[in-house]
């Protein structure tokens, strides 16, 4: 079994004893809304990359505990705002 999936169900385990034990039925005064917001649909963008190249991003990714799209998608972005004209 991979380490992530372990991982995901040890959270999910304690979340479910968590829940188990407690209630929002029980809460200390009213419960209040909360505005969820949620990401603008993303375009799949293909790259060709050298293995070395992906094989280096993904270990940085792993020390980051990122997974290595997000990663390559927040360095794009950083690069994009610096990049910018003001």
């Known amino acids: 079994m991979a ?3 372990k991982k995901i169900e040890i959270q999910d385990k304690s979340l479910r004893e968590y ?3 407690h209630s929002s039925l ?3 005064g009213p419960i209040k809304p909360v ?3 949620f990401s603008k649909p993303r375009r799949l963008v293909a790259l060709r990359l050298e293995e070395e190249t992906v094989n280096a991003i993904k270990h940085i990714a792993v020390h980051k505990g ?3 799209s ?3 998608r927040m360095w794009i972005t950083e690069r994009l705002v ?3 004209p003001e």
Do not use: I, V
Request: aromatic share 10%.
């Open 70 to 72: 997000t990663l390559m």
């Open 19 to 21: 829940y188990d034990r």
């Open 3 to 5: 380490k992530t999936k």
């Open 82 to 84: 610096r990049e910018r």
């Open 26 to 28: 029980h809460a200390e």
């Open 66 to 68: 990122l997974n290595y």
């Open 35 to 37: 505005a969820l917001s």
